[in-house]
């Protein structure tokens, strides 16, 4: 399980995450580029709001909040230290050429594994 400590008194654990470069065996040295949470009901709260200001506070270039029961995928980009929101996905191929480790999210995929 890859962690991401972010002080001695606060280790999260995403779901899914991208880092570029970050050769470490214990915990993330490097800020991920993108971190996805699959929201539950036991972890909503915690994943849009908790999470939320962590990752925006640490510099997490993208986090995606990911509504498996809906088949949605809610997409914010760092930009001026606070996520805008860029859009709501269900079906198309997402791009992330920002940084030094390009990403392609196919959500049309990512969401077959849900039926």
């Known amino acids: 399980m890859i962690v991401k400590k972010v002080d001695n008194k ?3 654990r995403p779901d ?7 050769n470490s065996t214990n915990y993330l040295t490097k800020t ?8 539950s009901p036991s972890t909503a709260k915690i994943d849009e709001s908790i999470k939320f200001k962590i990752y ?9 909040l990911v509504y498996s029961d809906d088949l949605i995928a809610k997409i914010y980009e760092l930009k001026d230290g606070k ?3 860029v859009g709501d996905f269900t079906n198309e191929e997402i791009k992330f ?7 392609l999210i196919d959500f049309k995929k ?3 594994r849900f039926h």
Request: net charge positive.
């Open 10 to 12: 606060t280790v999260v």
């Open 16 to 22: 899914v995450l991208v880092v570029c470069n970050d």
């Open 32 to 39: 991920p580029k993108i971190i996805a949470e699959i929201i």
């Open 56 to 64: 925006q506070k640490e510099g997490v270039k993208f986090y995606i």
């Open 83 to 85: 996520y805008l929101k």
């Open 97 to 103: 050429n920002n940084f030094e480790c390009k990403t």
């Open 110 to 112: 990512v969401f077959n």
